[in-house]
């Protein structure tokens, strides 16, 4: 069992910065698979990011490449995602996710609560 906890969120003008930050419990983080998705309003849920256990894989959506990194933290139990450029589109709730499968680009196994970003024009 994994318990994920996100921060970071808030409120930002166009073309600005925020960097997210996924704290997960537990001694076999570094053998998950994690990811950050986030849901729009009246929208589905989307997979903006992700990275296997190892960091050796990255995966981003087409939407946000070039503008968001991701990376984790082993020995911190963290992982984190950077948001450059930041668009009134971006405005969403975000989710941390992590997979006990370690190769996962979906990862779907555990949920954290979610953080708020908004980003004004």
């Known amino acids: 069992q994994v318990q994920l906890a996100e921060s970071g969120g808030g409120m930002v003008q166009a073309g600005g910065s925020l960097r997210l930050s996924c704290a997960a419990s537990?001694?076999?983080?570094?053998?998950?698979?994690m990811g950050w998705f986030r849901q729009a309003a009246g929208k589905e849920r989307e997979c903006v990011a992700a990275i296997i256990c190892n960091g050796g894989r990255l995966y981003y959506a087409d939407s946000v490449e070039g503008r968001f990194t991701i990376s984790r933290d082993n020995a911190k139990n963290t992982v984190y995602l950077q948001m450059n450029s930041l668009k009134p589109e971006d405005t969403a709730v975000y989710y941390c996710?992590?997979?006990?499968?370690?190769?996962?680009?979906?990862?779907?196994?555990?949920w954290g609560p979610g953080t708020q970003v908004t980003v004004s024009s």
């Open positions: 537990g001694r076999t983080f570094s053998s998950y698979a």
């Open positions: 996710a992590a997979d006990r499968k370690r190769d996962s680009i979906s990862p779907n196994d555990y």
